[in-house]
C-alpha cells in the first residue's frame, strides 16, 4: 500500500471505514442488533473513542465504548439507533488521515425518541494491514452552537 496508493483509493477506503462505522452503530428494532463487533475492526487495538458533549470529555477504548451500549440494548432501554454522515471534509497527507463529518443521530431510549447533530473528527492511519481508525472525538450542538448546514 504505502505512497503508491492514490488519493482517489485512500479517500473511497476512508468513505467505506466511515459507512461501516456508521452501519455498526445503527439499528431499527425490527432489524438485526447493532454489528458492535465490526467496530473493533475498524480500530487500531489502542483507538479511543471521544464523546465531549459536556464540561468534561468521556474517553473511552473501544471495548469501553461498546459494553454500556450492549447492556443498554439488553436491558431494552435503547430500542433504536440511527446515526448517518451529513457531509464531510477529509484530508489525506501520506500515511495520515483526518476527517471532518456532520452527522445526526436518532433513536429511542427507554420510550422516549430522541434526535441530535453534531460533528465528528476521525483521525485514520494506514498500518500493515490497511486504513484503521485511531480515533474519532465528538460534540453535539446545543444553544449557542449549531451546524452551519441544513
Known sequence: MGNQQTTVSVKTELD?????FFGAVSFEPASSPPAYERIRSLFIKSGLLIKNVGATPEISTVQEFIEPR???IRKGELTR???EELSEVTQIFGN???????YSKSGT???RSFTARGMISTQFIL???GWKMSAMAWDDERPGLSLAIT
Open 96 to 102: 495520515i488521515a483526518h476527517r471532518f463529518s456532520a
Open 109 to 111: 431510549m427507554n420510550g
Open 127 to 129: 498500518t500493515p494491514t
Open 81 to 83: 439507533f440511527l446515526e
Open 70 to 72: 450492549e447492556t443498554m
Open 16 to 20: 467505506r471505514l466511515t459507512s461501516e
